[in-house]
Nanobody, 122 residues
Framework: QVQLVESGGGLVQPGGSLRLSCTEP?????????????LAWYRQAPGKQRELVGY???????YYTESVKGRFTVSRDRVMNTAYLQMNNLKPEDTAVYYC???????????WGQGTQVTVSS
């Protein structure tokens, strides 16, 4: 099992930026975040279902939901064993708890972090 921890959330004004990080706490397990076939970010706003924000694969393929295209960027640093979600030009509708998800095709493993709150408000 790969344990994930998100950080970097907080309160930001509309138009501002935040960078979320996703790392493995403590000693690195045999299967690490850097081995993930898909590294995805999801979010869940109050009263709404969790939705996919975007993901990145090791070969550079990316996907973003329409509402964040051009504003958000998913990236992964395999040396640092860390994934990032860069969020620019934030809007109040981006307010949600953001979750990191790592998927491993060979084992079928899907690991989640505990989430980090992002609040966009003036």
């Amino acid at each position: 099992q790969v344990q994930l921890v998100e950080s970097g959330g907080g309160l930001v004004q509309p138009g501002g930026s935040l960078r979320l990080s996703c790392t493995e706490p403590g000693p690195v397990s045999h299967t690490t975040l850097s081995d993930a076939d898909v590294l995805a970010w999801y979010r869940q706003a109050p009263g709404k279902q969790r939705e996919l924000v975007g993901y990145a694969t090791p070969n550079g393929d990316t996907y973003y939901t329409e509402s964040v295209k051009g504003r958000f960027t998913v990236s992964r640093d395999r040396v640092m064993n860390t994934a990032y979600l860069q969020m620019n030009n934030l809007k109040p509708e981006d307010t949600a708890v953001y979750y990191c998800n790592a998927q491993f095709s060979a084992s079928g493993l899907s690991s989640w972090g505990q989430g980090t709150q992002v609040t966009v408000s003036s």
